[in-house]
């Protein structure tokens, strides 16, 4: 029993050697016997926290595995949810195209029907004004109906769609200007007869391109507010004044959009 009792210091896990060898002190005086009464003891005990500590091993990589597939399927969603926007946008975008080309294609029929195709000519009082500027060069830019956009005075721009644009009026050196996002002061002639220096730009609206007319153009709209209205029917004109070739507009209202009075 001495020779048992120096081992003292191993313990089971859950209670002392000494308290081992006092659990089987009476059961038998055998030392032999206590001993592989012990053995038994000691070694279901090591056995139990062997299979204990491989089944948390095993536990926590399955654990480690599952978290690995769940940031697989997250980073899949996310890929996807990517790729579902840039579906929604170009979807988006198409969609908003066929808008555009219904609308045009509407206008172009409605203009049709009004007898505004093709175009009527500038009328002869705007060839003066145009002439006594001295201005020539004279082109059609766009026949197109007012939108509500073209009348907000905070907007403070009318938009003219370079796919409805009928014949190019711009040089290399202005396009250059326009396509490096940068504008230019052009001459505007509006729709009252008046004067006015505005500016020239090229923005992208929705899904296509446009030359704008913005700068003072507010203060065209105040000046002509009682001509300029949704719908009503306008030209605008480019020419060239010289002697420096400098580029100008003529803003012509054609119908009005309330009575349909033809502008002669």
Not at 63 to 81: F, I, P, R
Not at 145 to 158: G, Y
Not at 200 to 211: C, P, V
Not at 219 to 224: D, F, P, R, S, T
Request: glycine fraction near 6%; include cysteine; charge should be positive.
């Amino acid at each position: 029993m001495s020779k048992l009792k120096s081992k003292e210091k191993v313990d089971d896990g859950d209670r002392s050697w000494l308290e081992l060898l006092n659990g089987v002190e009476t059961s038998t005086s055998s030392e032999n016997e206590k001993l592989h009464k012990l053995t038994q003891m000691v070694l279901s005990k090591f056995v139990a926290r062997l299979v204990m500590k491989m089944e948390n091993k095993m536990m926590i990589e399955k654990e480690g595995l599952k978290s690995c597939h769940e940031a697989g399927v997250e980073g899949k969603q996310d890929y996807l949810t990517d790729k579902q926007k840039k579906q929604k946008t170009r979807g988006n975008k198409k969609k908003q195209q066929k808008i555009n080309n219904q609308r045009k294609g509407q206008d172009s029929k409605k203009l049709m029907e009004m007898g505004l195709e093709p175009p009527p000519d500038m009328p002869q009082v705007f060839q003066d004004c145009i002439r006594d500027l001295g201005g020539s060069e004279i082109k059609l830019v766009i026949q197109k109906f007012l939108q509500v956009s073209d009348l907000r005075s905070q907007q403070n721009r009318l938009s003219m769609s370079l796919k409805q644009t009928r014949s190019p009026f711009l040089n290399e050196d202005e396009d250059r200007m326009l396509n490096a996002k940068r504008q230019m002061a052009v001459t505007l002639v509006e729709p009252c007869l008046s004067v006015s220096t505005v500016n020239l730009a090229k923005w992208s609206i929705g899904s296509s391109m446009s030359y704008i007319i913005n700068g003072d153009y507010s203060k065209v709209l105040k000046n002509n507010r009682d001509s300029l209205k949704p719908n009503a029917v306008v030209q605008i004109w480019s020419f060239r004044i010289q002697p420096n070739s400098q580029l100008g507009f003529a803003l012509i209202k054609v119908i009005d959009g309330e009575d349909g009075h033809v502008i002669n």
